[in-house]
C-alpha cells in the first residue's frame, strides 16, 4: 500500500496473502514445499523475515488465513509441533520489538482498531458488517438465482448501503447467483476439501488441506476472485487420490 498525495492505494491483502502462504508452506509437511527441510537456519530466518512482511501488511484476512492453517498443521503435523511454537515466539518477538520501536505505526493503528473494545464492529471490518447484516435480506429478495452477475455493487448499494463490492466470495456469489450458485460453490469447496483429506490420510502431507482451508478463510473477507488466492486453490489441487496406483496382492508365506 502506497500513499500519494494523501491518498492510499492498493490493498494490504495483496501483501499479506503470499506471505501467509509462504510463512504455512515452511511449516507444512516439514518445509519440503519451500524447499528448506533440510535448512533449518535458512528456514528459521525466512521465517522471520516472512513473518514480520505479514505482520506489516496489516492484513487482518491473511492473519485469520495463517491462524487457521497452523491449527490444522498443529493438529495433524504433530512432528511439525514444536517447530511452530518456536516460529511463533521468533515472530511475536520481533513484532513486539517493532511496535516497541514504532509505537506510533500502521501496525499499531489496526491493532487498535481490531481489537480496542471502544471500537465499532463496522470500523472493525471496514464496513463488512454491514454487508453481512444485510446479506439474509438479499436472500429473502432473490433467493434462487440472485441479481444477476456483474450487480454484486449496485446491490451492496441498495441493501448495505456501501459503495464496495461484496467483501466475501459467499456473500458475491449468493447476492449475484443466489442459492444456485452457492450450491455450485459449496460443491467445488466440499470436493477439495474430501479430496485433500485422501491426499492426508495415503501421503501423509498437510498441505493440501492448508491451503484449500486458506482459500476458504481468505473468501471471509474478500471475493478471492483473483491469482494471488488462485495460489491457495492450485496447492488445493496438488492434493490427488493416489488409492488406485496400489495393488493389493496376497503373499503366500514359504514353508521350508
Known sequence: MAELAGFRIGNPISFGVP?????LASL????RWMFVH??????????AVIGLFLVLSTSRGS???LIAGIAIVFTLNRSQRKWILVTLALLISVAAGY????????????????????????????????QWAAFPQVLRDAPIWGFGPGNGRRISVIYAHKNLIW???YLQVGA??????MGLLAILLASLVRRAWRHYHILGEVMPLVAITGFMMIGVSVPALDGLSG?????ALAGCDCSSIYVMRRVVPVTS
Open 19 to 23: 506471505a501467509a502462504l509462504s510463512l
Open 28 to 31: 507444512t509437511d516439514g518445509g
Open 38 to 47: 533440510s535448512r533449518p537456519w535458512l528456514r528459521i530466518l525466512m521465517d
Open 63 to 65: 492473519w485469520l488465513v
Open 99 to 130: 511496535v516497541y520501536a514504532e509505537p506510533n505505526s500502521l501496525v499499531m493503528s489496526y491493532i487498535r482498531q481490531t481489537f480496542s473494545p471502544e471500537e465499532s464492529w463496522s470500523k472493525r471490518t471496514t464496513g463488512r458488517a454491514e
Open 167 to 169: 467483501h466475501s466470495i
Open 176 to 181: 449475484e447467483t443466489g442459492f444456485i450458485g
Open 231 to 235: 495460489m491457495y486453490l492450485g496447492l
